[in-house]
């Protein structure tokens, strides 16, 4: 089985249809959603992801249907259905049936889907700086996981693979380092740990807030603050903190190249201590 889906109160197998072209979600994307990784026979911190989903379903100006602890129920079920080591992409995710611009929150839907996805190669990427940058608070719905964010994403995506690199750095509109296109940023400069302070233009991560946890539990500096291009440019080690693929050290930012320190795999390892004990 390699995908299943949870659809008005049954599981089933592959990818339904169960959103019409009249559905507010397809034409005004008022679609949020989450995402849970499962490995290794665990599922860290789906509560926290439950709890986002449901804060982000608000934000859109949803009602949600289910509780945090139903869908977190819900997960758990749906990962017991694939085998002990395979490796899950879970996505809970609400969205608007009905609406004229604004959703009707009376009309919101639930859905939930399960996949196979292989955790990415731990060897690393590579970034650009991109000329996408994420919007101001009052411009969009920067505090909750919207399918409607994503377009600028992938626009910042495609600008960087069409130069050669898989990933990008997207700045804030202050001109300030915000996070990489798919996943938080962390840097490391002489053994302390520098990240990006949440300002209400990008989402402050939970694997981020994990990771950063991890490391100063084990003694080592993790601080926020205002990160410039040329910070990151001139760091030890670079690396990403995501839901997809964890903890995933920077390569090379343009013409130049990283080794995988060992702040970087220390922060790896430590975060697949948590998990798989979780």
């Known amino acids: 089985m ?50 986002r989903l449901i804060r982000s379903a608000e934000v859109m100006g949803l009602t949600p249907t289910l509780s945090a602890d139903d869908i977190h129920g819900l997960v758990e079920d749906g990962v017991r259905r694939f085998s002990r080591d395979a490796e899950l992409y879970i996505r809970p995710m609400f969205w608007a049936s009905e609406g ?7 009309s919101t ?36 996981k919207a399918a409607c964010l994503y377009p600028a994403t992938a626009r910042a995506l495609r600008l960087a693979r069409a130069s050669g690199f898989d990933n990008a750095i997207v ?27 949440p300002n209400g233009t990008f989402l402050d991560g939970i694997t981020k807030q994990r990771i950063a946890a991890i490391l100063e539990r084990e003694g080592v500096s993790v601080t ?34 990283f080794k995988i320190g060992p702040v970087t795999r220390k922060a790896r390892q430590l975060y697949w201590d948590f998990a798989l004990g979780h």
């Not at 559905?23 to 709890?51: K, Q």
């Not at 939930?112 to 990427?125: M, Q, T």
Request: glycine share 8%; proline share 8%.
């Open 224 to 257: 926020e603050t205002v990160l410039r291009y040329e910070d990151v440019e001139r760091a030890d080690e670079v690396f990403a903190t995501g839901n997809y693929g964890k903890v995933m050290p920077l390569r090379r930012l343009a013409n130049r190249e």
């Open 2 to 51: 390699e995908s299943l889906a949870y659809i008005n109160g049954s599981w089933v197998a592959g990818n339904p249809p169960f959103v019409g072209p009249g559905d507010h979600a397809l034409w005004m994307a008022s679609t949020v959603f989450d995402g849970i990784r499962a490995f290794g026979n665990s599922i860290p911190d789906s509560e926290l992801h439950c709890r």
């Open 100 to 106: 004229w611009a604004v959703p009707i929150a009376e």
């Open 109 to 144: 839907q639930f859905a939930l889907v399960i996949r196979e996805a292989p955790l990415p190669s731990p060897d690393g990427f590579s970034a650009c700086l991109s000329t996408v940058k994420r919007p101001l608070p009052d411009t969009a719905l920067t505090t909750a």
């Open 171 to 197: 700045l804030d509109p202050f001109g300030n380092v915000a996070e990489f296109a798919t996943a938080n940023l962390f840097i490391v400069s002489k053994g302390q740990v520098f990240t990006p302070t």
